[in-house]
T-cell receptor, first 115, second 110 residues
Framework: GAVVSQHPSWVICKSGTSVKIECRSL??????MFWYRQFPKQSLMLMAT?????????EQGVEKDKFLINHASLTLSTLTVTSAHPEDSSFYIC???????????FGPGTRLTVL | EDQVTQSPEALRLQEGESSSLNCSYT??????LFWYRQDPGKGPEFLFT???AGEEKEKERLKATLTKKESFLHITAPKPEDSATYLC???????????FGKGTHLIIQP
């Protein structure tokens, strides 16, 4: 298989706090992982590309100081939403790219609600 | 800028009624067109990757095809469990993320 997990599956936090979301590839190593965001009834939008051992690459319009990404190992990437605000409430989904194919396998997503 | 347009936005079929979903794309240097299935509140589930015009892939009741400008996902004799949102996405380079269309919400009525 190609299993990707995320933790937590949902989180509710107060405005101004930080939230960390973990993404793990369980049965393969992933040099590259990606973070996407999906608003209700919208499609997935790429936020950033995470490469093991190097700085993440952010898409235009995504604040790198607000969405901190760390890819410390070949099986783990984390996304930290700093000083969260209600407009950051969304469904955050990670994917892991399995070499040597181009296929990205997605995690189950994390529902973030900021009050 | 890469663009992916899916049609129709929503499709309701009777069980057993075959149909096709369309994905039109504009991308410089296509490095793969992907089909995923997404159930409510879950992450996308990988279905197919297509790389070149004329390529076809099949899995159970689903068949994906690719031309230079569009891809089709054909569903034959669908069952209620095929109800989901089907997403099409394109990729430019080997390490680039995916650009997704808005999806087709498919409902199969028993």
């Amino acid at each position: 298989g190609a299993v990707v997990s995320q933790h937590p599956s949902w989180v509710i936090c107060k405005s101004g706090t930080s939230v960390k979301i973990e993404c793990r590839s369980l049965d393969f190593q992933a040099t590259t992982m990606f973070w996407y965001r999906q608003f209700p009834k919208q499609s997935l939008m790429l936020m950033a590309t995470s490469n093991e051992g190097s700085k993440a690459t952010y898409e235009q319009g995504v604040e790198k100081d607000k969405f901190l990404i760390n890819h410390a190992s070949l099986t783990l990437s984390t996304l930290t939403v700093t000083s969260a605000h209600p407009e950051d409430s969304s469904f955050y989904i990670c994917s892991a790219q399995r070499s040597p194919t181009d296929t990205q396998y997605f995690g189950p997503g994390t529902r973030l609600t900021v009050l | 800028e890469d663009q992916v347009t899916q049609s129709p936005e929503a499709l309701r079929l009777q069980e057993g009624e075959s149909s096709s979903l369309n994905c039109s794309y504009t991308v410089s240097g296509l490095r793969g067109l992907f089909w995923y299935r997404q159930d409510p509140g879950k992450g996308p589930e990988f279905l197919f990757t297509l790389y070149s015009a004329g390529e076809e892939k099949e899995k159970e009741r689903l068949k994906a095809t690719l031309t230079k400008k569009e891809s089709f996902l054909h569903i034959t004799a669908p069952k209620p469990e095929d109800s989901a949102t089907y997403l099409c996405a394109v990729r430019r380079g080997g390490a680039d993320g995916l650009t997704f269309g808005k999806g087709t919400h498919l409902i199969i009525q028993p």
